[in-house]
């Protein structure tokens, strides 16, 4: 198992900036996300990483050792892709067994090696299949086999869940983790998926337009977004993001509402900025009596999903937010209510740069 | 109403395929029709006219033709002979030379504009006129005033006749009929393995092949069916083409003189050069036997149910 070091690593196609000056350091044996929507460039850093792709600029290091221009052959590493790849004209058997016949072992040890990660996998009763024959859950289970079979250095693993059907899912998500720690690989996964990222991950990168937006554990990422890109990417239903305006010291304008922070810090940090947004997670809106409130609201729309509900609100004149209640809470639209956010899961975002400003923190150390 | 509508769906079919069905009555079956019963008979150009006007005893029904043919005729083991490696040999050229000659341009050039440049130039022949590409490879090889006679004069090698000293004008016709037939197996190939996933060529290069063994051992097993396919047609087109002969050489004596008398071509000559139609025909007739069995040899090879399926390529 190694480290891997990406070291101010770009990727151009002609005139697109793919991936742009991506800085990274992936510890031995850590499973690190890289997440983002369509696009963002996850999936072609992941193709670097394995030698598919060589960056334009920028380098690579396995441990020390610089591998930017190394084919991926002679790299060592173990990749499971959307499609899964599988050879449809070989069995499962050979499937797993390709990576050992290019490297020559002897017939045996292929034999025990692929029987092995077979059995790991819960395969073994497949192996004189072709893969036309096999479920999707069941080619998943062969496409990492055969990433697992050479005991990669590194476990390159591009979105392979998304074909699979909820439950699998569910159940693949739990496995996969597993058996990375087990095995004590390096994972590197690449996800659009929220969900998937914040369950199985030890470190989650949040990319989009080719740079990184924030590294960090999945509790920083959701709970102390870097910039308004994170924050609305991450949380169902996501964070909501309300303009407002700094007005006298500590007090904002917001549509439909004045909020007026208590402290003295947030008045330091507030004096800098002139337009801002106030960030609140759907969780953290709160119902409450009209002498408590920060706000009052119209409902427009409930959305049953189970559990809770998804009610969205006006605030003002065009403003709407989203917040999550308990599916017992009796919401009508049209109805008027009155709601507090909580104080110390506020975060505060410059307009212009969208980047974090520390109010957060500080409430959290003060606290 | 719905009496009217049934109707109209058994008829609709047949209304698509009706215009189809009129073109393999009126060129295949009528032609092969006509065939048999000329091989039957003894019509040639002395009682041609007498038989087109139907004029009573004008011909006798004989197998005089099939005797000649299976054993009376002297050059029909040498005519099959040539057959054999005219149809081997470009067969080779247009399946085999074609295929290495597609995944070099498609997998291993990763220059765009030169797999163009290459597709283009293998095209070349195919979109020119036959008879212009004829007459382009006559000038080639012309004795004193054609540029490569001239060039192997240049280089010392003893200026050859192409166009009538064998094996020259044997490897001749194979370079002439192979460099226009390869461009059919290119443009199958090439989109074949332009079809295969980007996925599965990504997936061997990390598990450890190098170029040439995901071309040995990805791209060509994933190349069966477009290979049987381009064999079996090639096979087929081969055994009746002769367009080029006739055109390079033009007479049944410099055919016989060059060695490149096939069978399309001897039955075509039998029949319009010396008028034996009977003959011809009968030599035709021979043909269309071979190709009839081929069809079926090559319809068991791959199945008809499983030529009816989807693209055997994907995933």
């Given at each position: 198992?190694?480290?891997?070091k ?11 900036k ?10 031995d044996?850590e499973f690190v996300?890289?997440?983002g929507?369509?696009g ?6 992941l ?9 334009t600029?920028?380098?690579?290091y396995f441990?020390?050792?610089?591998v930017t221009?190394?084919p ?10 959307q ?6 004209h070989?069995t499962?058997y050979?499937n797993?067994?390709f ?13 025990r090696k ?10 073994d009763?497949l192996l ?79 990319m ?5 937006q ?6 920083e ?6 910039n308004t ?5 991450i949380?169902?239903?996501p ?7 700094v007005?006298?010291?500590k007090a904002l ?6 909020y ?10 507030l004096?800098?900025h002139?337009?801002?947004y ?22 427009l ?6 559990k ?17 209640t308990?599916?017992?809470?009796k919401?009508?639209p ?23 400003m520390e ?8 606290e | 109403?719905?009496?009217?509508k ?25 032609p ?10 003894n019509v ?8 087109v ?11 005089e033709n099939f ?19 005219y ?7 247009n ?13 291993f050039?990763?220059n765009e ?37 001239q ?5 010392g ?5 192409w166009?009538l ?8 016709m ?10 059919f197996g ?11 996933p ?7 290069k ?9 071309a ?8 069966k ?9 090639q096979?087929l087109s081969?055994?009746?083409s002769?367009?080029?002969i ?6 049944y ?9 096939v ?8 029949a ?9 025909a ?12 081929l ?7 791959f199945?008809?149910h ?10």
């Open positions: 198992m190694v480290s891997v990406l070291n101010k690593v770009s990727k151009y196609f002609g005139k697109v793919a991936v742009d000056e991506v800085t990274l350091y992936i510890k044996g996300t890289l997440l929507p369509s963002c460039g996850k999936t072609t850093t193709l670097m990483i394995a030698g598919i792709y060589k960056p600029r920028g380098r690579i441990d020390d050792i610089d221009d190394i991926p052959k002679d790299r060592n590493v173990g990749m499971v892709f499609s899964y790849a599988l050879y449809p070989m499962v050979n797993i067994a990576p050992l016949k290019l490297k020559k072992l002897p017939k045996n040890e292929i034999d692929v029987r092995e990660v077979a059995r790991l996998l819960k395969i009763h004189d299949r072709k893969p036309s024959q096999l479920s999707g859950g069941q080619q998943q289970r062969v496409a990492l086999a055969r990433a697992l079979v050479k005991e990669p250095d590194v476990l390159l693993l591009d979105e392979p869940l998304s074909n699979l059907d909820a439950l699998l899912r569910v159940y693949m998500r739990a496995e996969l983790k597993r058996l990375q720690k087990t095995l004590g690989i390096t994972a590197i996964y690449v996800t659009h998926d929220q969900i998937e990222a914040l369950s199985m991950s030890d470190r989650i990168v949040v989009n337009e080719g740079r990184i924030q590294i960090g554990t999945p509790d990422i959701y709970s102390k977004p870097a890109f994170v924050a609305s990417f949380g169902t239903p964070m909501n993001l309300i303009p407002c305006r007005t006298s010291g304008e917001c549509p439909g509402f004045k007026v922070f208590e402290d003295e810090i947030a008045e330091k940090i004096k800098e002139n337009e801002i106030l960030g609140i997670r759907p969780e953290d809106v709160l119902i409450t009596s009209k002498e408590d409130s920060d706000t009052e609201a119209v409902i729309v409930v959305e049953p999903i189970g809770d509900l998804v009610v969205t609100l006006q605030l003002g004149d065009e403003q709407t937010i989203k917040f999550l308990p599916s017992s809470t919401m009508n049209g109805d008027k209510v009155y709601l507090k956010f909580r104080r110390d899961r506020i975060h505060l975002f410059d307009k212009e740069t969208g980047r974090r109010y957060i923190i500080k409430v959290g150390e003060k | 109403m719905t009496r009217l049934n109707l109209s769906r058994k008829m609709l079919p047949w209304i698509f395929l009706a215009p189809l069905i009129v073109m393999i009555i009126l060129f295949w079956v009528t092969v029709g006509i065939t048999i019963f000329l091989s039957f008979t040639t150009y002395k009682n041609f006219v007498k038989f006007h139907g004029i009573e005893g004008a011909f006798n029904y004989t197998l005797n000649k043919l299976l054993g009376g005729d002297p050059y029909i083991r040498e005519i099959a002979m040539i057959t054999l490696l149809v081997g040999s470009v067969l080779s050229i399946a085999f030379y074609s295929l290495a000659l597609s995944i070099a341009i498609v997998y050039i990763r504009y030169l797999s163009t440049l290459m597709r283009v130039i293998w095209l070349l022949p195919r979109i020119t006129p036959a008879v212009v590409y004829g007459f382009l490879w006559i000038w080639l090889i012309a004795p004193d005033s054609g540029p490569l006679y060039l192997f004069a240049a280089m090698i003893a200026p050859q006749n166009l000293e064998r094996p020259y004008s044997q490897f001749l194979i370079v002439v009929n192979g460099y226009v037939g390869a461009s290119m443009i199958i190939y090439t989109s074949a393995i332009k079809s295969i980007e996925d599965l060529i990504r997936a061997a990390v598990d450890g092949a190098s170029d040439f063994q995901i040995k051992s990805i791209i060509l097993p994933l190349l069916w477009p290979m049987l396919f381009v064999i079996s047609w096979t081969l055994i009746a002769y367009e080029q006739l055109i390079l050489w033009g007479s004596g410099a055919t016989r003189a060059a060695g490149t008398t069978f399309a071509i001897y039955a075509w000559f039998k319009f050069e010396m008028g034996e139609y009977a003959y011809g009968t030599v035709s007739l021979l043909l269309v036997a071979i190709g009839v069995v069809i079926f040899l090559y319809f068991k090879i199945g008809f499983k030529l009816m399926q989807p693209s055997k390529i994907e995933v």
